[in-house]
């Protein structure tokens, strides 16, 4: 298995519904980051959260980080038609340096 | 103002050719990345520059050779196309201290 899977592979909501999204890693952590990437397009940066924190708010968007469990899940509240996407979690060690290892990603349809 | 570009987007070439990608980043950040997304959209990193240094080499066949003329640029040379290489290839950039990594739009290679 890789370093960061997400599940589900793959979610399909209604506009306002809540999404969540988890991600499972293997390794010790100083940070976990969340990425959104649309159809066709490069990836970007949504939150990051170190490996001291558990929570962590942005807008609609809300991580949590449970590194007894090496897990993390990304909530997206009040979801809208813009936020269909794939998302990502990467993770960066303490020997890894800048090095981002990705999950494998969660595509993510919200139907109008 | 684009922060990370990179040339061509689209990239189609028969088997055997050398092809080249270019990226260039205007944010000052010294630190540039290649990744290759497969048709999975698994994400993996191949190469990263820091001050046109490289620090990260993954194992990737010695067919692919990066090239980082100042920090703002990192080239990817790709000699003897396989149709394995198919795939989008992006570069992404950040600086040193900050884990946020800035993507670039993405070249999609196509080998036939």
């Known amino acids: 298995s890789q370093q960061g899977e997400e599940d589900p592979q793959a979610l399909s909501i209604q506009e306002g519904e809540n999404a969540t999204m988890n991600c499972s890693y293997k390794?010790?952590?100083?940070?976990l980051q969340w990425y959104r990437q649309n159809s066709g397009r490069g990836l970007v940066h949504l939150i990051l959260?170190?490996?001291?924190?558990r929570e962590k708010h942005s807008g609609r968007l809300r991580v949590t980080l449970d590194t007894s469990k090496k897990s993390s899940s990304l909530l997206i509240t009040a979801s809208r038609a813009a936020d269909t996407a794939s998302y990502f979690c990467?993770?960066?060690?303490?020997?890894?340096?800048?090095?981002?290892?990705f999950g494998e990603g969660t595509q993510l349809t919200v139907n109008p | 103002d684009t922060a990370v570009s990179q040339t061509p987007k689209y990239l189609v070439t028969q088997m055997g050719n050398d092809k080249s990608i270019k990226c260039e980043q205007n944010?000052?950040?010294?630190?540039m990345y290649w990744y290759k997304q497969d048709s999975k959209k698994f994400l993996k990193i191949m190469f990263s520059?820091?001050?046109?240094?490289?620090?990260i080499n993954e194992t990737v066949p010695n067919r692919f050779s990066p090239k980082s003329p100042d920090k703002a640029h990192l080239n990817l040379h790709i000699n003897s196309l396989e149709l394995g290489d198919s795939a989008v290839y992006f570069c992404?950039?950040?600086?040193?201290?900050?884990?946020?990594?800035?993507f670039g739009p993405g070249t999609r290679l196509t080998v036939t």
């Open positions: 990467a993770t960066d060690g303490e020997t890894s340096g800048s090095r981002l290892t």
């Open positions: 992404a950039s950040s600086q040193r201290g900050n884990y946020e990594q800035y």
């Open positions: 390794t010790s952590i100083n940070n």
């Open positions: 944010l000052g950040h010294d630190t």
């Open positions: 520059y820091n001050n046109k240094e490289l620090i």
């Open positions: 959260i170190r490996s001291n924190e």
